[in-house]
């Protein structure tokens, strides 16, 4: 195992996004273990077209064991993860870098922290997850006390997590998507509002009959619709009843979809990363992004 050797490791785009925004502020060429999820393939593609800095992309199911071996650097895209735990616990990485894994950047930060137990957030957690969950923060405790553990970040932690992170001698960079922004080629013709989709009805935080009536109302007057990578062909379906509203399937995360957007955009979102990520993609374009409220029924807060 190379001590610096990088391996990104990671299971969605915005991490993959991250990987690429890391490499590039590094300038240096990163190989990638990519877990094999919605949208991940098409990622990578459109990053390595766009220039992205990666080496060789391995595609895997499970623990990447004989990549993660030899690579002493870990760039990780979800701490929370349990085989993240496991292989941290059994490998014990030279340095670690957290990626970004969506909203959840905060609720990481306050876990290195000890701020909230080791668990993802709104998860009952068990077995061996839960079991692993200490020797995997006493290595990457271990290697901040060393001054080689740290975060790369879009997300504002605030003055006090920061400060506390590096009285803990975590190491913490934040970014702006900025070359995201820099090697996007010329968005499609979205028109000037965009609906994004949202997994919430998906995950059970939200009625579908709810969700539709957020989407309609969010499409006055027209507007293209980008759906999530976890939305059902029911959700789709649901949707695509509103008379105003678009349909553009593209496969790819949103923040490479509008990074080329070179006029002001009116985009329409649920409470979510991109509240963080597209005000940063979007700047200097004049875009606007509005956050819509979680329209909670008696059944959705009974369950």
């Known amino acids: 195992m190379g001590r ?26 990163v190989p990638v273990a990519g877990r094999l999820t919605p949208q991940i393939s098409a990622t990578a593609d459109v990053l390595l077209s766009r220039g992205a800095r990666f080496g060789a992309l391995e595609p895997y199911l499970g623990i990447p064991w004989s990549l993660l071996a030899r690579h002493g650097h870990w760039l990780v895209g979800d701490g929370f993860s349990g085989q993240f735990r496991l292989a941290a616990a059994v490998l ?13 950047a905060i609720a990481y930060a306050d876990t290195l922290l000890g701020r909230r137990p080791y668990a993802r957030p709104s998860i009952d957690e068990r077995g ?34 920061l400060d506390a992170l590096a009285d803990h001698g975590f190491g913490i960079r934040r970014h702006d998507f900025s070359w995201t922004r820099q090697s996007a080629p010329p968005a499609p013709g979205l028109g000037r509002r965009v609906v994004l989709g949202s997994a919430l009805p998906v995950d059970g935080r939200m009625l579908l009959l709810d969700y539709v009536r957020w989407a309609r109302d969010a499409a006055a007057g027209g507007a293209v619709y980008l759906p999530h990578r976890r939305e ?13 509203l678009r349909i553009h399937q593209t496969g790819l995360p949103v923040e490479l979809v509008l990074a080329g957007a070179r006029g002001p955009l009116d985009v329409h979102t649920l409470p979510s990363s991109t509240t963080t990520t597209l005000p940063l993609v979007l700047a200097g374009t004049g875009a606007t992004v509005h ?13």
């Open 232 to 244: 059902t062909a029911e959700q789709l379906d649901a949707v695509a009843t509103a008379p105003e």
């Open 128 to 161: 061996l997850t839960t079991f692993v969950a200490p020797f995997a923060a006493e290595l990457v405790h271990r290697r901040a006390t060393a001054r080689r553990a740290g975060m790369f970040t879009a997300f504002d932690l605030g003055a006090d997590r």
């Open 291 to 303: 956050t819509g409220r979680v329209r909670r029924s008696a059944r959705t807060a009974a369950a």
């Open 92 to 104: 014990r990485p030279h340095r670690i870098t957290f990626l970004d894994d969506g909203a959840h």
């Open 4 to 29: 610096e050797d990088v391996l990104a490791w990671v299971e969605s785009p915005l991490q993959l996004v991250g990987a690429a925004e890391w490499a590039a502020a590094h300038r240096t060429t």
